[in-house]
């Protein structure tokens, strides 16, 4: 079963560890059980010497209004996420954490998927101390969109923003299953359940928006379909037409979620 566990890591995770440039943000470690988990925080909307639209590291403004947990797909880095989608809220100062999952970045240890739900858990704890009772969102990207549901489910968010998101297990099954002679079910089992993105589906509450490339390539909208179908709390699903899995929104798709952050999660 290690072995296996091994298989099913190297083919899911394709981590990355050179150093890129982070531009206005700020780094901090995050320690939990076995080692540190990397997050990149920045500011957007309203620092204190920019005004309305800028940009800074977090730092010595006070406290944000709106905070913003992103977790990135696997070709994504925390270094290089950007504001959006707190450009919903242009009269609010967004906190923007960007966590490295481990073995991705400057986090440490190994990319083990059953590593990721205990370190994101230790980031969330540390977010949900910064906010100190403000609403924190959390976005996911394709396998960042599991630990996104993940969260969502354990730590009930005031809401969720999932894009692209993996079912991993029926993934491996419905697209390996053929060309490793019946072994992807074997390689499948080995998903940890809190990374079981149809399972944890079933367990959020937290409203979330679910946005969907119509031409995915990478994760067949078929597999998105059975997540947004599991999704236990209040949802809300936006088709990004001719969008492959990377794709930016068109412009008008862009309005529509930006419309629809501001109509599900309502603050004061």
Known sequence: MSLLARLADRLILYPTRAALPAVGKRRRLVAWDRGNAEVWIHTANGDDEGGAGSVSDGGGAGPADLYLLKLSGNAGRAE???????????????????CNPPGYGGSSGAARM????????????ALKAEAAGRPILVMGTSLGGCGALYLAAAHDP???????????GE????????????????IARQVPPPLDAVRQAARARAPAIFVMAMRDTVIPT??????????????RLIQLEDADHAD??????????????REMFAWP
């Open 80 to 98: 290089l996420t950007g504001d959006w989608p707190a450009t919903a809220w242009p009269e609010k100062r967004v906190e923007i954490w960007s």
């Open 114 to 125: 059953r590593d990721f739900p205990p370190a994101l858990s230790a980031v969330y704890a």
């Open 158 to 168: 005031a809401g969720a923003i999932l894009r692209n998101p993996a079912p991993l």
């Open 171 to 186: 993934f491996i099954r419905g697209e390996f299953c053929a060309i490793t002679l019946g072994a992807a079910r074997l």
């Open 222 to 235: 078929e597999y998105q379909q059975r997540i947004f179908d599991a999704y236990a709390g209040d949802k």
């Open 248 to 261: 930016p929104p068109a412009l008008d798709e862009q309005e529509a979620i930006e419309a629809a952050c």
